[in-house]
């Protein structure tokens, strides 16, 4: 479910989700979640300029120089953001005895 509905121009304007120029959004988090035959999928964490909230979008990046001009956001002109904010979550992990 989308807290906030963001449109490619805004991307676009922002520089999303590359966020190289000196005037992109502030990038909080950006991981790759899953791998695809052509395209990494990705979760991008990051401080809208307009309202000051962080918001999770997902996108798309091409795996070789064929796929270079893969579109991050699947075609659509509407891409759904979520409001995230950060927290301490603590992990259990199941790990090697005597290792």
């Known amino acids: 479910m989308a807290d906030r509905i963001f449109t490619r121009e805004q991307f676009e304007e922002w520089d999303l989700p590359g ?26 964490v990051f401080r809208a300029p307009d309202d000051g909230k962080a918001y999770q979008v997902t996108y798309v990046e091409g795996l070789t120089e064929v796929q270079e001009d893969t579109d ?4 659509y002109d509407e891409i759904e953001g979520v409001e995230v904010e950060a927290q301490q979550v603590t992990v259990t992990e199941w790990v090697r005895v005597n290792g």
């Open 19 to 44: 966020a190289w120029a000196d005037d992109s959004p502030e990038i909080l988090h950006r991981e790759q979640i899953d791998a695809r035959r052509w395209v990494s999928v990705h979760i991008l």
């Open 72 to 75: 991050p956001w699947g075609g």
